[in-house]
């Protein structure tokens, strides 16, 4: 059974930054893809960045230059620096492992950003 753990979400104001991580527990796998979501409070999740095992990274445009995906294949985690945040960032942040035939999500984690 495999399972993904968020963390790293908290309260920030307006410009600071936070660190999110995604861990893979349970059975030894290979993430192909580990994704970022976000989900603002009233709106649909959306998709703001992705890292495959091989190093190459997909953003959404929203968030080019403020946040940056890494992962660690050792650890089966990745990660989601997030910087210069702003009151729109605040939302609930989900990761999802992608495999060959199978995805898996994490619980997600919130992120409330003030002004």
């Known amino acids: 059974q495999v399972q993904l753990v968020e963390s790293g979400g908290g309260l920030v104001q307006a410009g600071g930054s936070l660190r999110l991580s995604c861990a893979a527990s349970?059975?030894?796998?290979?993430?192909?893809?580990i994704m970022w979501y976000r989900q603002a409070p009233g709106n649909q999740r959306e998709f703001i960045g992705g890292i495959s095992s091989a190093g190459n990274t997909n953003y959404a445009d929203s968030v080019k230059g403020r946040l940056t995906v890494t992962r660690d294949n050792a650890k089966n985690t990745g990660y989601l620096q997030m910087d210069n945040l702003k009151p729109e960032d605040t939302g609930v942040y989900s990761c999802?492992?992608?495999?060959?035939?199978?995805?898996?999500w994490g619980q997600g984690t919130q992120v409330t950003v003030t002004s």
């Open positions: 999802k492992g992608i495999t060959v035939g199978k995805n898996y």
């Open positions: 349970g059975t030894s796998i290979n993430l192909i893809w």
